[in-house]
T-cell receptor, first 114, second 114 residues
Framework: GDSVTQMEGPVTLSEEAFLTINCTYTATGYPSLFWYVQYPGEGLQLLLK?????DKGSNKGFEATYRKETTSFHLEKGSVQVSDSAVYFC?????????????FGSGTRLSIRP | DAGVIQSPRHEVTEMGQEVTLRCKPI?????LFWYRQTMMRGLELLIY????????DSGMPEDRFSAKMPNASFSTLKIQPSEPRDSAVYFC????????????FGPGTRLTVL
């Protein structure tokens, strides 16, 4: 079945460091891929998405490129801030199987030191 | 625009009591999802509805859990009787009918069963 595997946390970085959170997926169809972010005490919110191979999603300085050949969707940011401390979830929706369900990864907790 | 609304935000109850969680999805969204989040098990999909009809309830842990969606603007998740292991944050999310299946999450209800 469809699945998402992401880098285990927690990840701790200093402010202005470069961030990569790895994510790989398994899907039978042609999935859409997402990164969601959850700030403390809040619900998940969509950070970025990509709907086909080679698409790059970007938002708030974060980027991720849909790589079909490596079935990956790694999240990157060039210079992190304390306010980026949150839990990040990689996710997929396989539009050719169970309609509208999203498969979430286990989440990666990110902490940024001032 | 108002997002997904959940109530109450916090609920503390004693074992054996009935608990009802409420959700108002974003107007015009056809899909509604209930999730549970714990440290041990992460984010779990409990049930989801399409046009007020339950589509997949395979994630509902036991018969003590039930969910209803009497109309397009309201859903409930009920636990009767509640147990301490039900303590978690419960999220409601909604999604429009689209090819990319982006979900919009509410702020969650933190449930504590003593």
């Amino acid at each position: 079945g469809d699945s998402v595997t992401q880098m285990e946390g927690p990840v701790t970085l200093s402010e202005e460091a470069f961030l990569t959170i790895n994510c790989t997926y398994t899907a039978t169809g042609y999935p859409s891929l997402f990164w969601y972010v959850q700030y403390p005490g809040e619900g998940l919110q969509l950070l970025l998405k990509a709907t086909k191979a080679d698409d790059k999603g970007s938002n708030k300085g974060f980027e991720a490129t849909y790589r079909k050949e490596t079935t990956s969707f790694h999240l990157e940011k060039g210079s992190v801030q304390v306010s980026d401390s949150a839990v990040y979830f990689c996710a997929l929706s396989d539009t050719y199987s169970s309609a509208s369900k999203i498969i979430f990864g286990s989440g990666t907790r990110l902490s940024i030191r001032p | 625009d108002a997002g997904v609304i959940q109530s109450p935000r916090h609920e503390v109850t004693e074992m054996g009591q009935e608990v009802t969680l409420r959700c108002k999805p974003i107007s015009g969204h056809d899909y509604l999802f209930w999730y549970r989040q714990t440290m041990m098990r992460g984010l779990e999909l409990l049930i989801y509805f399409n046009n007020n009809v339950p589509i997949d309830d395979s994630g509902m842990p036991e018969d003590r859990f039930s969910a209803k969606m009497p109309n397009a603007s309201f859903s409930t998740l009920k636990i009767q009787p509640s147990e301490p292991r039900d303590s978690a944050v419960y999220f409601c999310a909604s999604s429009p009918t689209s090819g990319y299946n982006e979900q919009f999450f509410g702020p969650g209800t933190r449930l504590t069963v003593l």
